[in-house]
C-alpha cells in the first residue's frame, strides 16, 4: 500500500512541475506578422481568406505562437515556410475560437517525405499512413507526410486535410483519453447525444449509405478526427447531408462554418492584386497595407 501511495504522489508531482514549466517555458509572439507570411496564408489557406481583419490578427498571432512553441523538424526532406505555416494552420483552425488553447501535448511535429508505414518507415511494405500522433517513446511528436500536408490545402473537392485530422486527435487526447469524445470541448450535455449520433453513423458507413470517409467507420476516434476533417473542408455540404451532426460540430469547435466563404484558394497576391478580402481595393491599400507602410511603400 505504501509504494502505491508513493507511486501516487510521484505522479501528482511530476504533473504539477510539467504544467509550471510548460506555463512558464511558454513564449509569446512580441513581433509583427511578416507581410510575406500573410501572403501564403492569402495564397494557401481558404480558411485564413474568410476572416474578417480582427480574426486575421488573431490567426496570424496564434500561427506565431505554434511555431514559436514547437519544432518543425524534416526527416529527409527540406521544410520550408510555407510548410511551417500550412503546419501552424492545421492547429489552429479547428481551436480558433478557443484563444487560450495551448498543445501542451505536442513538442515536436516530424514531416516526411512521403507515406510511412506503422515502424515510420518511408520504404518497403505496407506504407500508407498519411500522418499519426506519437504514443510511447514517441509521445509529443506528430509525423505526417508533406505530399498530405500539402494536398489538403491544395485539393478543393474533397472533404480531406490529413493535418487538421491528427491535430483534432490531438485535441482529443488532451483530456487524458483518446476515445472520440473531446471533453475539453464538449459541454456535458452534449456527450451522449454526440455518442448516439456516432454510433449511427458509423452502422450508415458500414451500410454504405454515407458519404463520410469510409475510414470514419474504424471506431469513434477516427470517426470524430474525419468529421472533424469534413466540417473545416466541406461544411455546407456536411450541413446538408449530415445537419445534426454539423450542428453537434458547431458547438464542439465553436465555429459557423457554413457563414464562411471557403471558395477563396489559389490566390496570386502582389503588392498591386486586388485584395482577396472582396473589398475592390489593392493590397497594399486594404488587407497589406499595415505592412507595405511600415516598410516604407504605397
Known amino acids: 500500500m505504501i509504494y502505491i501511495v508513493i507511486l501516487f504522489f510521484v505522479v501528482a508531482l511530476f504533473l504539477i512541475i510539467r504544467k509550471l514549466w510548460t506555463k512558464n517555458s511558454w513564449i509569446i509572439p512580441d513581433s509583427p506578422f511578416l507581410q510575406e507570411w500573410r501572403v501564403i496564408l492569402v495564397e494557401k489557406v481558404a480558411f485564413y481568406n474568410t476572416l474578417s481583419d480582427e480574426e486575421k490578427l488573431r490567426f496570424e498571432f496564434k500561427i506565431q505562437e505554434f511555431l514559436l512553441n514547437h519544432r518543425i523538424t524534416g526527416i529527409s526532406v527540406s521544410v520550408n515556410i510555407t510548410d511551417k505555416l500550412l503546419i501552424a ?31 515510420f518507415e518511408t ?30 490545402f491544395a485539393n478543393e473537392s474533397d472533404k480531406k486535410n490529413t493535418a487538421i485530422h491528427e491535430f483534432v486527435h490531438l485535441i482529443d487526447k488532451l483530456d487524458g483519453s483518446i476515445d472520440g469524445i473531446p471533453s475539453l470541448l464538449m459541454e456535458r450535455q452534449y456527450t451522449i447525444p454526440w455518442l448516439e449520433l456516432i454510433n449511427t453513423k458509423i452502422e450508415d458507413i458500414y451500410a454504405k449509405k454515407s458519404d463520410i470517409n469510409p475510414y470514419g467507420g474504424t471506431n469513434r476516434v477516427e470517426f470524430f478526427a474525419v468529421v472533424s476533417e469534413y466540417f473545416f473542408e466541406k461544411p455546407k455540404l456536411l450541413a446538408k447531408n449530415h445537419p445534426e451532426l454539423y450542428k453537434l460540430l458547431e458547438q464542439i469547435f465553436n465555429q459557423s462554418m457554413i ?35 511600415s516598410a516604407g511603400k504605397s
Not at 98 to 107: A, D, K, S
Request: with cysteine.
Open 89 to 119: 494552420s492545421s492547429a489552429v483552425i479547428p481551436i480558433f475560437e478557443f484563444p487560450e488553447w495551448r498543445y501542451t501535448n505536442l513538442h515536436e511535429v516530424l514531416l516526411y517525405p512521403d507515406m510511412f508505414n506503422e515502424k
Open 123 to 152: 520504404e518497403g511494405a505496407g506504407r500508407s499512413i498519411l500522418g499519426i500522433v506519437g504514443t510511447g517513446y514517441m509521445e509529443g511528436k506528430m509525423i505526417l507526410s508533406k505530399p498530405a500536408l500539402h494536398h489538403g
Open 259 to 293: 457563414s464562411r466563404n471557403l471558395n477563396k484558394k489559389k490566390l496570386s497576391v502582389g503588392r498591386n492584386s486586388p485584395c482577396p478580402c472582396g473589398s475592390g481595393m489593392k493590397f497594399k491599400k486594404c488587407c497589406g497595407q499595415i505592412h507595405y507602410t
